[in-house]
């Protein structure tokens, strides 16, 4: 930027400036522009973001240097754009005259001195100075921007998640107040004295409803919705899919300020002479019917009696219709003259004049008229006539499909029971026809009853048929997982393994005196009690041996089918219900099903059978090994070769370890005894010595003499074997008791 300006500014000053003076100038020209750019400015960048942050100096980005013999001047601007050392070379003849070319020639010597330096030159490089990094300036845009947006309301911060609690909440309080304007804003604009009875507290109303309105329009723009099975949450793609729908053009005109119209047509202005009554102005209000409506659908999603709701919002709808239809006949009415036939309301009379004698009678006659169940005065001219044909075919097309929407209903309500009932007549007619007895046909009809009473009637593998595999198992878990892990061969188990075996479990229902198993019979399912009590009875059916009550297991061990097992997977007792009892069963196939993919799991559930079978003593260890050797698998016996290997191996490094502790201890004995046995010769040299001096000498001599030898020798020995003085006497005595 700069050259260009100093060579506009050199050809109309007519100066040719020197290549030192060009360097002067240029450092002095950068310094200025650091100082501004140090100044944060809110102009925009290349790409339109606002830079408020910006306080980093925006240096161009640098060639290093080549040229070693600069002067200090060049020196300070080597990491600059290029190396001004060169600018004569670069900028000469006529350059100044054109300013594009200056600028070309500089790219191009830049580019000349990169290659140069990327590929031969040896000499110095420069660090240069960068430029800021372009991702660092984004983070900060963004960061201000979410900065300076989180004090907006329609900020990216205000979104509504349409599956939370309080979004449930906020449509309820918007369907409250969308049903008041249903209901008063017709009403007020036809019966006068309901309009001017609370004048304040209906004015309240009104704008309360009005500023929930704005609320929920608000509410409405920033719902959260699911773009490839995502919640979007950005504010900008909620506005964007709220207004590319036509929600948003129902939420402008129910916001409209029709009230505007007070200004010229009181409210206050109602009354017998004059209708409508002004409020109807507020009728755009009426728009936002469609928020009411998907609360309903909400509402019959989430809860749990959903025919009975089905049934309450039709009935409701009925009432609705009603009461427009009444209010609409009374407006009739007034157009055609209260009390003029027979046909229209009669006013006269205090009786009449009262606002619920009006309201009754209004609504008596549009039940008549719609249902089209009973007498209704005769209409006596064209309006009259063309408003009862209208209603009756209202009546009969509205109220048909209403009619038919209760019915299938009602139907669908009683699905269950139907169909259980005709399993119930069908067993019924099975028994009548193999002539079965009838204590054991009251056993069955009871059993029936007791199943539907409890709500076990239902096929659960039926009804969860619509649901995907992960939904089903997660069901299961919930309701079987506990139960499971009272198992004690299951617990500890792999969590996976635990998750494939609630899916397998199957509820049976017993009655009292059916016997779960008898003693002798093959097993093939384990159970555990849900609910009631078993008898552990013995061979006399008489004798019970054991209570079992709900969480208690049986059968466990059989299903294993354990080599060795002294009772041959065979039950050891007899099991009954005293009282209507229900169990979960699995059985021996779907658990061996399962642990195919499981190996190490079904390895330690095969432990834990013999630990409870090796308790009980009905264990023949020989044949549990001989049929493990020979059931085994390759993959399995390489495992046993390999723990057999590393069990050999650590008892090996045990017994090289011993033996080399026991080593060393000996060879610390034969050392001690060696050193004593020295010890015991070299004194008793000393000592056949003193004895040979004594007796060589004479008596006087020999005290002195045999005193020196003997400390001569004894001084000589410690000397030589380094032994303390006061252990020579010691070693002596030991040596004589051995």
């Known amino acids: 930027m700069w050259i260009p300006m100093m060579a506009a500014a050199a050809q109309h000053d007519r100066v040719v400036l020197s290549p030192r003076r060009l360097h002067h100038h240029h450092h002095h020209h950068q310094r200025q522009q650091q100082q501004q750019q140090l100044t944060p400015s809110p102009e925009r960048d290349g790409h339109g973001r606002r830079t408020y942050l910006h306080m980093v100096p925006m240096l161009p980005p640098t060639a290093p240097s080549a040229n070693d013999g600069m002067d200090p001047m060049s020196d300070r601007l080597q990491d600059t754009q290029f190396n001004y050392a060169t600018a004569p070379s670069v900028i000469s003849g006529n350059a100044f005259s054109s300013p594009s070319k200056i600028h070309n020639s500089i790219n191009k010597h830049n580019l000349t001195q990169s290659h140069s330096n990327k590929w031969g030159s040896s000499r110095k490089v420069h660090e240069r100075s960068t430029g800021p990094d372009w991702f660092e300036t984004k983070m900060a845009d963004a960061k201000l921007e979410k900065k300076m947006s989180s004090k907006c309301f329609w900020s990216s911060s205000f979104v509504v998640d349409p599956t939370t609690h309080f979004h449930y909440k906020w449509l309820m309080l918007v369907t409250v107040t969308i049903l008041y304007n249903l209901v008063f804003v017709i009403g007020r604009g036809v019966f006068w004295e309901l309009n001017n009875a609370m004048p304040t507290i209906w ?16 509410v409405h723009a920033h719902e959260g919705f699911l773009d490839q099975g995502l919640m979007v949450r950005d504010s900008r793609k909620l506005r964007e899919n709220y207004f590319s729908t036509s929600k948003w053009k129902s939420d402008i005109l129910s916001l409209l300020p029709t009230d505007l119209a007070y200004l010229w047509w009181p409210s206050r202005s109602c009354s017998a002479a004059v209708l409508p ?43 609705i ?92 309500m009683n699905v269950a029971r139907v169909e259980f009932q005709n399993r119930m007549d069908g067993v019924k007619q099975y028994m009548a026809f193999r002539r079965v007895s009838k204590e054991l046909e009251a056993r069955v009809i009871r059993w029936f009853a007791y199943t539907w009473a409890n709500k076990q009637a239902l096929d659960e593998e039926r009804v969860l048929a619509a649901l995907p595999d992960k939904l089903k198992a997660e069901i299961a878990i919930h ?23 609630v899916l397998k479990l199957r509820l049976q229902v017993f009655s009292p005196g059916d016997y779960i198993c008898r003693k002798g019979d093959v097993g093939k399912e384990m159970y555990i009690v849900k609910r009631g009590i078993l008898s ?18 049986f059968g466990e061990v059989s299903v294993l089918e354990i ?105 610390e004995k034969i050392t001690e005894l060696e050193e004593q046995i020295r010890i015991v010769k070299y004194h008793s040299i000393a000592d056949s010595k003193y004895e040979d001096q004594q007796g060589s000498h004479g008596e006087n001599d020999s005290n002195s003499s045999s005193s020196q030898s003997t400390v001569f020798g004894t001084y000589a020995t410690r000397r030589s074997f380094n032994v303390p003085k006061n252990s020579w006497a010691r070693r002596r005595r030991k040596l004589k008791s051995t």
């Open 563 to 667: 080599a060795g097992n002294k009772t041959g997977n065979r039950r050891t007792a007899n099991v009954r219900s005293l009282g209507y009892s229900d169990l979960f069963c699995l059985s021996k196939r779907d658990l061996w099903e399962t642990l195919r993919d499981y190996p190490e799991a079904r390895h330690s559930l095969m432990q834990r059978g013999c630990q409870l079978l090796r308790k009980d003593r009905l264990l023949d260890e020989d044949a549990f090994m001989q049929a493990q050797t020979q059931n085994e698998t390759i993959n399995e016996a390489v495992s046993r070769l390999d723990s057999t290997m590393k069990d050999v191996t650590s008892r090996l490094s045990n017994l090289v370890t011993e033996y080399y502790n026991q080593n060393v201890k000996l060879n």
């Open 321 to 412: 219709l009603i009461h427009w239809n009444s209010c609409l006949y009374f407006a009739i009415s007034y157009v055609i003259g209260f009390g003029s036939d027979n046909w229209v309301y009669n006013l006269e009379g205090p009786r009449n004049s009262s606002l619920s004698r009006q309201y009754i009678y209004c609504f008596y006659w549009s039940t008549l008229t719609l249902t089209t169940i009973g007498e209704t005065p005769q209409p006596e001219n064209e309006l009259e006539h063309v408003f009862v044909v209208a209603d009756f075919l209202a009546g009969v097309l509205i109220f048909a499909t209403i009619v038919g929407n209760i019915g299938s209903m009602i139907s669908n």
């Open 277 to 319: 009554c002004p409020v109807i102005v507020r009728a755009n209000r009426l728009l936002r019917v469609p928020r009411m409506l998907e609360f309903f659908d909400r509402t019959e999603t989430k809860t749990g009696y959903p025919n009975v709701f089905r049934i309450c919002k039709v009935v409701f709808a009925i009432l």
């Open 536 to 553: 552990v009875v013995a061979d006399d059916q008489k004798t019970e041996i054991a209570t079992l009550s709900a969480g208690s297991v």
């Open 479 to 501: 309701v079987h997982l506990d139960t499971l892990k009272k198992v004690e061969i299951f617990q500890d188990c792999e969590p996976g393994l635990l998750e494939e075996l």
């Open 203 to 218: 004015w309240i109303l009104d704008y309360v409803s009005d500023g929930i309105y704005v609320v929920d329009t608000l």
